[in-house]
């Protein structure tokens, strides 16, 4: 009796693991974008996803984290040194209305997709970051959707950016951030995923911070089981809440560490360093 329960143990614990990536170790990361940041706070992050026009990776030579660089590929921002060579094309759609100098952009376009490789990820890789986290990835997917005929093709040409952009800097970590519907045709050609508002949202209406809607936690679980399972790569799950001890916080990381999620708990704005596990 003894022996069949022991085996039964074993089993769960089996079957748990192929369930949250076991054969991968929590990650202790970060993603700030301000610009006061000391090697002591440095130390044991093993990722850290910053701003790239207030940190600088050749500060902090003797810190063994790997450094990763945002990048916006879907949005164009009217507070970077480009914008002024942008601000007039006609690949810009809309404003974003949560963040107002922020700007969808369609990235079917050959003069958007140049002046990325060419003009804005290279002063990034100069800069000494190890990597790119490639943010608003899911523009692509909300103008197919919105209007399939205008903006035909949109998802496919994301999709192809990606992989040309791994082919252009093989050696470089690529992290993308959310456009989960597009996460399985580019997940061979990236390093790692980030999600937000998978277990915690901000409601950008209300400015608080509230539980994700329980369908939307499960089809976003089970498109990121999908790709861990297939890929063998990890997630690093953002975390909007308050406080680390709220109990909206506690229940995503309780959530997050049963699915072999490394999470992070911090503020919509990103500009304060956060909770690590």
Not at 31 to 60: C, R, S
Not at 166 to 171: A, E, L, T
Not at 182 to 196: A, P, T
């Amino acid at each position: 009796m003894q022996a069949r329960y022991v085996k039964t143990v074993i089993l769960a614990l089996f079957m748990l693991c192929l369930m949250t990536s076991c054969d991968q170790k929590p990650t202790k990361w970060m993603v700030y974008y301000g610009d006061l940041l000391t090697e002591e706070q440095l130390n044991g992050v093993a990722l850290a996803i910053l701003e790239p026009a207030h940190i600088a990776p050749k500060k902090f030579p003797g810190v063994s984290t790997k450094f990763i660089g945002y990048v916006s590929i879907g949005e164009a921002e009217e507070y970077r040194p480009y914008w002024f060579d942008v601000m007039d094309k006609d690949f810009l759609v809309s404003k974003n209305p949560n963040w107002p100098k922020n700007h969808l952009v369609d990235i079917r376009s050959p003069a958007w997709q140049k002046m990325l490789l060419e003009k804005i990820i290279p002063p990034i890789v100069n800069k000494g970051y190890h990597g790119l986290f490639l943010d608003t990835i899911d523009t692509a997917v909300y103008l197919e959707t919105t209007d399939p005929v205008k903006f035909k093709g949109s998802k496919q040409a994301m999709i192809a950016f990606i992989k040309k952009l791994k082919q252009d800097y093989p050696s470089l970590t690529i992290i993308t951030n959310n456009g989960l519907e597009l996460l399985m045709d580019f997940g061979r050609n990236i390093d790692g995923v980030v999600v937000e508002d998978l277990y915690t949202r901000h409601d950008f209406k209300t400015k608080k911070n509230i539980k994700t809607p329980k369908d939307d936690m499960e089809y976003k679980e089970a498109i990121l089981s999908k790709f861990t399972n297939y890929y063998n790569k990890p997630v690093y799950n953002i975390l909007y809440a308050d406080s680390p001890t709220s109990s909206l916080a506690k229940f995503g990381i309780a959530r997050s560490a049963s699915k072999g999620y490394n999470w992070y708990v911090t503020t919509v704005d990103l500009m304060k360093i956060g909770t690590m596990q």
